[in-house]
Structure formats: structure tokens, C-alpha cells
């Protein structure tokens, strides 16, 4: 949200900016209880999101030109990450040469899949980007994880239920839906269609 008014020079509206705030209080009183607090986990958390929100702004900033398109930016987003791959994984080329499954037919179709699915998660982030905002695709993205979330208090992971942590969730979740809704009736009065 900030990064948006300070590159993209767009505010959203006050009920979208408090649905912000309640997603991140909720984070916060979430962490408040975390039994295994982790001070690196917690930086390294930080600093992907601030890179995250930075990618979506560029996305956004970039998609509106001309020449770019969804396309285009997976195609340059593909095309730079191309040589910063290869630097990481170069060490492990030789293994990767080395490895015994290469001729194997069901490896080589998961591979294949998993190479499409990747591509297209990609895509999709990109195309929602660019359809809507970098916020919106945050707080979908925040959205994707509840079921995941709540049934993991239900004991099938391992969770030890606390209410601060159960209440900060509940929060954030609330949050995020509270800005569903405000961008729903927003587009929906900007179409022109009656509010349900």
C-alpha cells in the first residue's frame, strides 16, 4: 500500500487502508504468542515482504505500459531470472547431470507438469496484478491460506492452540475479507451493478 502511493502514486480509499491495518494487526497479535519465535525467521519474513510488495508495484508500473502486457513482463520476468538462477544452481550442475532419472517417464511428466504449473501460477499473479493492484494480489494471496490455517488448529499439524494467536489470525483473516468486499462493491458500483 505504501509502496503503491509512493511509485504509483494511487491511495486507496480509508475503509481499504483500515482493512490493511486490521490484516496486519491481526499478524501482529498472531506473533505475539508464536511458542517458536524465531528473530531470523521473523527478518526473513519481513524482507519477503517488502521484496513481494516491491515485485507487485514494478508488475503493475510495468503492465500499464504498451509495450509490456502480462506477457511481456513473464516473459522479461522469465528471461531475467534466467542468469540469476544459473548462478545459484550452478554448483549443483554436476549432480544434476549425474542424476538417475532423467530417461524415467513418470519423472520426466512431473517434471514437465510441475515446469507448466510454475508458469502458470506465474501468469496468474502477473495477469491479477495488472488487473487489479499489487495490494489486491497480496491480501488474495493472504486469503488462499485460510483453510489451510484453520485446519491446522484443528490439531492436523502441529499447533498448540492459543487464543492470542487464534484471535490474531481470526483478525487478519477479517481483514481480508473486509477488503474482498470493499473492492467487490467498489467494481461492482464502477460497472454499475446494485450492491448485495
Given at each position: 500500500m505504501f509502496m503503491e502511493r509512493l511509485i504509483l502514486h494511487r491511495t486507496p480509499s480509508c475503509g481499504v487502508q483500515?482493512?490493511?491495518v486490521l490484516?496486519?494487526?491481526g499478524a501482529f497479535i498472531a506473533a505475539m504468542?508464536?511458542?517458536n519465535f524465531d528473530a531470523m525467521g521473523y527478518v526473513y519474513v519481513m524482507a519477503n515482504n517488502v521484496f513481494s510488495a516491491g515485485n507487485y508495484v514494478v508488475t503493475k508500473q510495468k503492465s500499464e505500459c504498451a509495450a509490456f502486457g502480462s506477457v511481456g513482463s513473464l516473459f522479461y520476468c522469465a528471461l531475467l531470472s534466467i542468469p540469476v538462477s544459473a548462478a545459484i544452481a550452478s554448483p549443483d550442475f554436476p549432480l544434476v547431470y549425474k542424476f538417475d532419472l532423467w530417461l524415467d517417464w513418470g519423472f520426466l511428466v512431473s517434471f514437465g507438469l510441475s515446469t507448466v504449473?510454475?508458469?502458470m501460477v506465474t501468469f496468474a499473479t502477473i495477469y491479477c496484478t495488472t488487473v487489479n493492484s499489487g495490494l489486491t494480489t497480496s491480501v488474495?494471496?493472504?486469503l488462499r491460506n485460510v483453510i489451510p490455517v484453520y485446519l491446522g488448529m484443528l490439531r492436523v499439524f502441529e499447533y498448540s492452540f492459543d487464543p492470542t494467536n487464534f484471535a490474531g489470525?481470526?483478525?487478519s483473516v477479517a481483514g481480508a475479507i473486509a477488503y474482498s468486499a470493499l473492492k467487490l462493491s467498489g467494481a461492482r458500483a464502477a460497472r454499475g451493478q446494485p450492491k448485495h
Open positions: 483500515v482493512s490493511v490484516m496486519i494487526l504468542k508464536d511458542l504449473m510454475g508458469c488474495i494471496g493472504c489470525h481470526t483478525i
